[in-house]
């Protein structure tokens, strides 16, 4: 794993890119204090030593879970689903969202969209996800994959991250 500390000029332009669509997060970077890591062939940032952002290899930009978790103020601004208790162990262990177990949408969003994935009762996300379709058709379904499950707790990023701080 190679490890790197950003440079205030990169710093800025990650937080110009962050801020639209995750301003919880664009606040908590901070230059001087941002480092990247390169996973095989995914990157992470990290700000102030918790692993903040997944850069995939597409290069779509994922909230990681740790940060989500630590400092629920992060999730401002991102979408989300709420499903039922019962999906929570598929979910868990890397299943992707299915129709029937979606309770509510409080906020909408377009295909193709990061959406964190809660669990019914709770506040914090069990997952991070893309949406495979809108918000309105998802309303509307009663059966089908709703959302790609891109990264959960206790997957392998997960645990590779749980060590980074």
Do not use: Q
């Amino acid at each position: 794993m190679k490890r790197y500390h950003l440079s205030k000029k990169r710093v800025r332009e990650l937080i110009e890119i962050v801020g639209a669509k995750y301003p919880g997060i664009a606040r908590m970077l901070k230059p001087g204090a941002v480092e990247e890591a390169v996973i095989g062939d995914v990157k992470v940032i990290i700000a102030n030593r918790i692993p903040t952002l997944i850069v995939l290899p597409d290069d779509t930009m994922i909230p990681a879970l740790h940060v989500l978790l630590k400092y629920p103020e992060a999730m401002e601004g991102i979408p989300r689903l709420v499903v039922d208790r019962g999906a929570t162990p598929f979910i868990a262990r890397g299943a992707d969202v299915m129709a029937p177990g979606v309770r509510d949408i409080p906020v909408g969003f377009g295909k193709g969209d990061v959406v964190l994935v809660l669990v019914e009762g709770y506040t914090k996300p069990i997952c991070v996800g893309r949406a495979l379709y809108s918000s309105d058709e998802i309303r509307s379904m009663r059966r089908g994959k709703v959302v790609k499950n891109l990264h959960y707790i206790g997957d392998k990023l997960w645990n590779t991250l749980r060590g980074l701080g």
